[in-house]
């Protein structure tokens, strides 16, 4: 059967699918070591951001909402980031609920030493790549990608703590 509703961009969706099942495949398994520590991509991602919104100190469900994971699933990631000694837990300031996270020392010479090697195994192939699509087509391309889960309720459920099988 034809799937005539992609139309034109079915090949992009296509390639989209299967970035995404690979990489969902890979998200939450610890298989990645630096020093004896293991960890994932979904620890990686709390790493990353944490390091380069610093100075926003946002809480725990600001930064969730921006990574685009429900607040449970980011308070397990915290925590297994604490218990493997890279993050630290404080009270937001001005706030005896709300908490802070910052990434320790420890955390940083992890997230150093993966960036090195991410750049270097996947994401130089993909930004050789992006080098034959004019730049000012990026903020197209962001914004198509983003569009695709603006109004999606399925993602707005799993916010609300809903799940869907």
């Not at 397990?76 to 000694?85: A, E, M, P, S, W």
């Not at 197209?140 to 809903?162: F, H, K, P, V, W």
């Amino acid at each position: 059967m034809k799937l005539a509703w992609m139309g034109e961009y079915r090949g992009m969706v296509e390639a989209l699918i299967h970035y995404c099942n690979i990489y969902a495949a890979a998200y939450k398994v610890e298989k990645m070591d630096y020093e004896g520590v293991h960890y994932s991509y979904a620890q990686i991602q709390v790493l990353e951001y944490l390091l380069e919104n610093e100075e926003r100190e946002e809480n725990m469900s600001a930064i969730a909402a921006r990574l685009g994971i429900t607040r449970s699933n980011f308070t397990k990631i915290v925590n297994r980031l604490v218990d493997k000694g890279l993050l630290e837990k404080s009270p937001l300031p001005g706030s005896r609920k709300e908490l802070r996270v910052s990434v320790n020392a420890k955390g940083r010479a992890l997230y150093e030493a993966y960036s090195q090697d991410i750049l270097r195994w996947h994401f130089s192939p993909m930004f050789q790549e992006f080098q034959k699509i004019p730049a000012e087509y990026y903020p197209l391309i962001r914004s198509a990608l983003y569009g695709a889960m603006r109004d999606s309720t399925y993602l707005q459920s799993l916010e609300n703590g809903a799940t869907k099988t």
